[in-house]
């Protein structure tokens, strides 16, 4: 017996690393941009306190799971927040850029216990240092102004010498011991709060077992405490950090005059007209956990969720398989089996729905990180600025989100430095003195839109071509402006007067362009002098599993993707036209280009003309085109595989798929396909 109570308090915490590493994570970035949204203003009474919350939580984990260095800077700073909290000490503006720095600190060790990397030691001891000078220099009965407004009289026993009252009821989880949590530890910090006396605590059962199926390290009982204190209702709080869920704990503020409930009656429960603490009043970061999601979500690696695509993907492919053997059969004589196939067919196709839509994430994972961007950048240059964003629910698969951030922080980047003029030149163009940048999301059928807009100077024509010219890139004067904007992707290109810490060094355009296309993406430009500057950036939904139309060219088989084509049409001669030298055809008052791909691909074609072929039409960010094919097979999903990465890039092709037959098919890749038929013209 004593041997496995020894075992059961070795508890080895090792195996909680990940979830505290993901909720720390959750608390630095709640904490900043609560701060980032200050701007230079005092925070509220619910700012503040939520900004204490993560920094108490991050403190309590990193002490529990044993990270005592995590709790150097975080002690100091929930000192000092709570100094401001009491109104001991008045807020500064100065104040936010310490606690993002402090933050800054603080993720920087997270990620040396996490990911291995270096922690600069000086950095933790000069922000410990700054912050206790804050509190040192700070007297309580300081004169200053005080910017915190007073809460309300219910909601204030913070801590400030009067004697409160209060009942808890706590009702642990089942699991509970299974942790290492022991109640006993739980009960003696309570009754460590309470003032001689003022601690009374009970046990009650829901309901008992039977005693044959009784499990000793399952908790069946609910605790209730009642507790005289001198302490706040947020340090009573602090006892329960990594222990209870929202829904487990109860607690109410009760007058001094009240008696302690009877037996089997919980004040909580039984004082009609006072008032109970409802779960979003205790506040997630009072516990260490996310509000609201415990009963509704779960933690699963993403190596697991790739797993599970990976073999719903080739669930797909032998669904096909089974798909196109049925279909060889004699309907009448197989009518049971060609149903049963075709009822896996949706099935098939609502699991792929469900499993895509675990990885899709919303992108404001990544447009969160630009307000702290923007707000140290803009401070450099001197300049005013405003950051706006819309569309930031727009799910993107979580592969895509991870690749896209760094493009978009060269947008950004780019756009403070070199769009956004300064306060005066605004001014002088009439224009308001603080500029505005814009980050917009949006889902347009199977791609996803985003936009990075300012509203500044726009690009320079001429001095694009001036650059050009001395970097040695092909340019010249009669180009068209869409033209012109597509120079500043080229390596090494910069209109920059000089290099500094933000730009100068003509990569950032040239690697936005190539971390988007390596996604299947593209980038356009648009530029209105004096107006600004819109950069678009066309991506894909998921690069895993995508809608496609088979079709047929020379004994080959395509994949074109569903969300480019417009219609399907086979040409009457009239149709068909000459236009410079070119063969158009004409639908509907407009001419569009043939890409034949026969001849893209080298291949022997049936259909050689378009009269004796079929004509795909479609459409990609703004661009029409005809594909002529020998014929149309049929309308699946296909699950994308790298061809890059098997094989060999394939010019025209953005990945291949495993057909019902067995073939490998190409994905053809519509915007290459633009590009060749222009190369060969």
């Known amino acids: ?71 150097v800077v975080t002690h100091v700073m929930e000192s000092l927040l709570d100094r401001l ?82 009942q808890l009821v706590f009702t642990p989880d089942p699991e509970i011991f299974s942790r290492g949590i022991r109640i006993e530890n739980i009960i003696s910090e309570l009754a460590g709060l309470a003032k001689p006396g003022g601690f009374h605590c009970r046990a009650s059962f829901s309901e008992l077992p039977e005693l044959e199926g009784f499990d000793p390290e399952r908790c069946i009982t609910r605790w209730h405490f009642t507790l005289s204190t001198q302490a706040s209702r947020d340090q009573i709080l602090e006892v329960f950090m990594f222990v209870a869920d929202e829904e487990q704990l109860a ?36 516990f260490g956990r996310r509000g609201g999601e415990g009963e509704s979500s779960i933690r699963v690696n993403v190596a697991k969720v790739d797993q599970l695509i990976n073999q719903v993907g080739e ?50 994972i990544v447009f969160s990180r630009f307000p702290r961007m923007v707000r140290e950048m803009s401070g450099k240059l001197g300049k005013l600025v405003e950051l706006k964003t819309s569309g930031d629910s727009t799910e993107l698969d979580k592969g895509l989100i991870e690749k896209i951030a760094d493009p978009l922080s060269h947008l950004v980047r780019n756009a403070l430095d070199h769009g956004l003029e300064t306060s005066e030149r605004r001014l002088a163009a009439g224009k308001s003195p603080t500029g505005t940048l814009q980050l917009k999301a949006s889902q347009v059928g199977g791609r996803i839109i985003i936009d990075v807009v300012d509203d500044g100077a726009g690009l320079d024509r001429a001095r694009i071509l001036e650059k050009a010219a001395e970097k040695g890139i092909a340019c010249a004067e009669s180009m068209s402006d869409e033209e012109v904007w597509q120079l500043i992707f080229a390596p090494g290109f910069s209109t920059a007067e000089a290099v500094t810490d933000i730009s100068g060094r003509g990569v950032g355009m040239d690697v936005v362009l190539k971390n988007v296309q390596s996604i299947g993406g593209r980038v356009q430009i648009a530029s209105d002098p004096g107006r600004g500057v819109r950069v678009t950036i066309s991506l894909p939904l998921t690069l895993a599993i995508l809608e496609g139309l088979s079709v047929a060219v020379g004994g080959e088989k395509y994949i074109i993707p569903i969300n480019v084509i417009i219609e399907s049409l086979q040409p009457k001669p009239e149709q068909l036209k000459s236009v410079n030298g070119r063969q158009v055809v004409q639908v509907r008052g407009d001419y569009l280009p043939i890409l034949r791909l026969h001849q893209l691909f080298n291949l022997e074609s049936q259909a050689v003309s378009p009269e004796r072929g079929i004509l795909v039409l479609v459409e990609l960010e703004g661009e029409r085109a005809a594909i002529l094919v020998d014929a149309l097979l049929d309308e699946q999903q296909v699950v994308v595989k790298s061809i890059e990465t098997n094989y060999r890039k394939v010019e025209g092709s953005s990945g291949a798929t495993i057909l019902g037959d067995g073939r490998v098919a190409l994905i053809l890749d519509v915007t290459e396909l633009f590009l060749m038929q222009k190369a060969v013209n």
Request: include cysteine.
């Open 315 to 364: 669930l797909l492919i032998t669904q096909a398989m089974l798909a196109q053997q049925a279909g060889a059969l004699d309907p009448v004589l197989h009518e049971a089996l060609q149903k049963s196939v075709a009822q896996l067919e949706r099935n098939t196709r609502d699991l792929q729905g469900s499993v895509m839509s675990i990885r899709l994430i919303p992108i404001s």
């Open 1 to 71: 017996m004593t041997s496995s109570t020894a075992g059961n308090d070795a508890i080895d915490l090792k195996r909680f690393n990940q979830v505290f590493f993901e909720e720390c994570a959750e608390h630095l970035a709640e904490m900043e941009q609560i701060l980032i949204s200050l701007g230079d203003q005092a925070p509220d009474n619910e700012q503040l306190n939520a900004v204490f919350r993560a920094a108490h939580s991050i403190k309590g984990g990193a002490g529990i799971f044993g990270f005592d260095d995590m709790t």
């Open 85 to 166: 909290r009491n109104r001991e000490i008045p807020f500064q503006p100065s104040m936010i850029d310490l606690f993002l720095e402090a933050g800054d600190v603080i993720t920087m060790q997270l990620a040396g216990h996490r990911d291995g990397t270096k922690v600069r030691q000086e950095a933790v001891d000069e922000v410990r240092h700054r912050l206790q000078q804050v509190i040192d220099a700070a007297a309580p009965e300081s004169g200053g102004q005080v910017f915190l407004p007073e809460p309300p009289a219910e909601e204030n026993p913070q801590g400030d010498g009067s004697v409160c009252r209060y």
């Open 251 to 286: 607690i109410c503020l009760l007058p001094q005059e009240e008696a302690a409930a009877p037996a089997g009656e919980p004040a909580v429960e039984a004082a009609a007209g006072r008032r109970v603490y409802d779960r979003d009043e205790l506040s997630a970061g009072a």
